[in-house]
């Protein structure tokens, strides 16, 4: 009897094994078609100007704590946005607490940060330097920077995306734009 109980298991078995193996296909994201570059200049009544993507549309703050020269560089096809703020430099001690809140900006992602990649920037013929922050992870923003002539003039940007952070889904757009915002500090101009 015991063998013949054991022969219906391993039958019942063999059978089950038979027939299709339905495996589940992991996760895909949706193929993303990237614009070719192609930049323009912006320029207006604040005192700088700079060359950003013909794909972006650059547009007033619409926040609260809108100010003149508080910017938004949309880009609705990667539902992101570069959000830009300026203001004057009144003293070293102002401009030390501006960088202050930047780098603090910028940190305050370590909790889900992989890694933070401050990169330092200067440009002697234009007077423009500052840190590029590259932030790693599944962070709200990716992307920061700050740039000062360290007299008169300083303004910060920061990349948000309007939705939920997913750095497997999100890695290509953000390599992309941080071109993009590369281009735009490389060709910022005072007035």
Known sequence: MKNSSTYILFSVLILASCGSNNVPKPAGYPRIIFPDRAYQNYNSKCPFSFRYPAYAKVVADSSDANEPCFLDMKFPQFNATVHLTYKPVSSFKNLYAMS????????????????????????????????????????????????????????????????????????????????????????????
């Open 100 to 191: 202050e809140d930047a780098r603090t900006f910028a940190y305050k992602h370590t909790v889900k940060a992989e890694d933070i990649i401050d990169s330092f920037f200067t440009n002697s013929k234009t007077h423009v330097s500052g840190i590029f922050y590259d932030i790693e992870g599944n962070t709200a923003s990716s992307l920061q920077f700050y740039a000062t002539d360290s007299q008169y003039h300083y303004i910060r940007a920061a990349l948000y995306f309007n939705t939920h952070p997913n750095k497997d889904s999100l890695a290509p757009v953000i390599h992309f734009i941080h071109a993009d915002m590369d281009t735009m500090l490389r060709s910022l101009r005072w007035h």
